[in-house]
């Protein structure tokens, strides 16, 4: 159907739509499912057949319709409406962020410390959360621009904030997969990108689309390779 294995079907059945067949389709929720790249992990995640739970704060910005999909307003720093959210599904995926503020916003570590929190008290085991190319050690995969330059001079707030967050996940008993994108742009999808903590930018500046890196993000639902590992994902 979408990539996951019969093993992985009868594994997760308590958290599909079962029919006579199987498993019709994975519930996975997405944090962040307004924002631009969050829209793009909910489009690539319903075209592989995942029903999908997008959880908003403001219902007037997100305008995708479709019949396996379900909108969830709520706060992600409130804790009650996170856990609300993630019972039931199979995947959470976080696209949290501030968009283009270069600002630091606890608010967001305040989110995934509340989504880390109920998916532990909830049972859900797999967690995709993007993060940046930059933090922690993942600068050398970086271009000399972007590394001497871009990230610790202009998006040095945003680099710890994501630090922040990435700590919290990994101190966590989850199956957790943090991605590591450069700059991202509203570009096509293309499928050409690469993957893995070894792969070096051979740009001046990185860049990548939104609609590659959901792409990586989804498949990271049901693949193993990445799990307590922090991948890069370079055009």
């Known amino acids: 159907m979408f990539g996951v294995s019969s093993k992985q079907y009868v594994v997760s059945k308590q958290f599909g739509r079962a029919t006579d067949e199987g498993v ?57 409406s996170v856990e609300r959210a993630v019972r039931g599904q199979y995947v959470v995926a976080s696209a949290l962020g501030s968009g283009n503020s270069l600002s630091s916003n606890p608010a967001l570590t305040d989110g995934i410390r509340n989504i880390v929190r109920a998916m532990e008290h909830v049972g ?77 930018d051979r740009t001046l500046l990185a860049s990548i689309s939104r609609a590659d890196v959901a792409d990586f993000i989804v498949k990271q639902f049901t693949d193993d390779r990445y799990v307590h590992r922090a991948p890069a994902v370079l055009g």
């Open 24 to 80: 019709e389709s994975v519930n996975v929720l997405v944090f962040g499912a307004s924002g631009a790249t969050g829209r793009e992990v909910v489009k690539h995640a319903l075209d592989r057949g995942y029903s999908v739970d997008a959880f908003v704060r403001d219902p007037d910005k997100f305008e995708i319709k479709h019949a396996n999909l379900t909108l969830t307003v709520g706060d992600v720093t409130e804790y009650a």
């Open 124 to 200: 859900v085991r797999r967690l995709v959360y993007l993060s940046m190319l930059g933090v922690g050690d993942s600068g050398k995969q970086l271009g000399l621009v972007d590394r001497h330059i871009v990230v610790p001079l202009l998006l040095r707030n945003v680099v710890t904030d994501h630090a922040r967050e990435e700590g919290i996940i990994k101190q966590s008993t989850l199956d957790w997969v943090i991605v590591r994108p450069p700059r991202l742009t509203n570009g096509p999808y293309t499928g050409k990108y690469r993957s893995g903590e070894d792969v070096r």
